[in-house]
């Protein structure tokens, strides 16, 4: 008895010894890389707002929510409801492209593909996800525009239809890996009652395994919202810098997005309104962009299954 309380007592001692500064160091180190990104998220608003603060001491709320938007003009004029607009559109095609493909993808790869044919699919999808952005952007101006302007002979050479289309396409991944990763978390259980009660795999999928998941795809759907809400280079290539009011697909208009990459590109001078009005644009892209996000958080709390 008594050796063995002699070894409790040494190995106490050791694990004393050797922890004793990992337990000092090591939690600040945790603690200031988790740090990181509330530091960094702080000091994007605090950047945006500073400098977005000006713009609108500058720019009364009236113009400022007007559809003229001309902001090199003789007489200037900076309303954000064709960009607010441009960005909408472009969002909604990519929505209306990504959604069904997307979920028919995480459908077949959850329900209806065997393992070996997952394992194959499954990475090959997901390669569109690692493409770059500019990339996607000359296709659509180089390969879908072209071939959408022989089906519909009014369409613009910079347009809203071709990004939106190759923004759907890009994000995808996205939507079916996430999905598919909800769906793959129903219980093997339900499926397998729903079938011996007689239903098809697609009854399965349609009416058990989709309204068990509908959090995690809701959640797939806004973020993918959010995705393209913020994306820049292939509205900013095939998409064109026309700041009317619009809404006819057909033609040129300019996202968010695109607003900014040309101004920074060299066309405002530091300090003048029309710098400053970059930051309130990208002010106004972060809190869409948090919003969708935060949507999404409150959706997956909200209808999220527990089994």
Do not use: C, W
Not at 20 to 39: G, K, N, Y
Not at 212 to 241: D, P
């Amino acid at each position: 008895m008594e050796k063995d309380i002699r070894v409790r007592q040494i190995i106490q001692k050791n694990i004393s010894e050797k922890s004793r500064f990992a337990d000092r160091i090591m939690p600040v180190f945790f603690f200031l890389m988790a740090s990181v990104s509330v530091l960094t998220t702080f000091g994007i608003v605090a950047t945006l707002t500073t400098d977005a603060v000006k713009f609108f001491q500058a720019v009364p709320l009236r113009e400022v929510f007007s559809t003229r938007l001309s902001p090199l003009s003789a007489t200037p004029s900076f309303g954000i409801l064709p960009l607010i607009n441009g960005t909408i559109f472009t969002s909604l095609i990519a929505m209306v492209v990504a959604v069904p493909m997307g979920l028919a993808a995480a459908i077949y790869l959850s329900q209806f593909a065997t393992e070996k044919m997952r394992k194959v699919l499954k990475p090959v999808m997901e390669v569109l996800a690692g493409i770059p952005t500019i990339v996607y952007g000359f296709f659509a101006y180089s390969f879908v525009t072209p071939l959408l302007m022989r089906l519909l002979p009014g369409l613009g050479a910079k347009n809203v239809i071709s990004p939106g289309i190759v923004m759907g396409i890009m994000i995808i991944p996205l939507v079916a890996s996430l999905s598919e990763d909800a769906m793959n978390a129903v219980p093997n259980i339900m499926r397998e009652g729903a079938l011996g009660l007689g239903s098809t795999k697609l009854e399965v999928a349609l009416k058990v395994v989709i309204p068990a998941a509908i959090s995690g795809i809701m959640s797939s759907i806004v973020l993918a919202i959010s995705r393209a809400i913020g994306e820049t280079m292939i509205v900013t290539i095939a998409s064109g810098s026309s700041k009317n009011f619009s809404f006819d697909i057909t033609q040129s208009m300019q996202t968010m997005t695109g607003y900014i990459v040309e101004f920074t590109s060299g066309d405002a001078a530091s300090g003048t309104t029309g710098y400053y009005s970059l930051y309130a644009v990208g002010l106004l892209l972060f809190a869409f962009t948090l919003l969708m996000n935060q949507m999404a958080h409150h959706i997956s709390r909200k209808y999220r299954e527990e089994y």
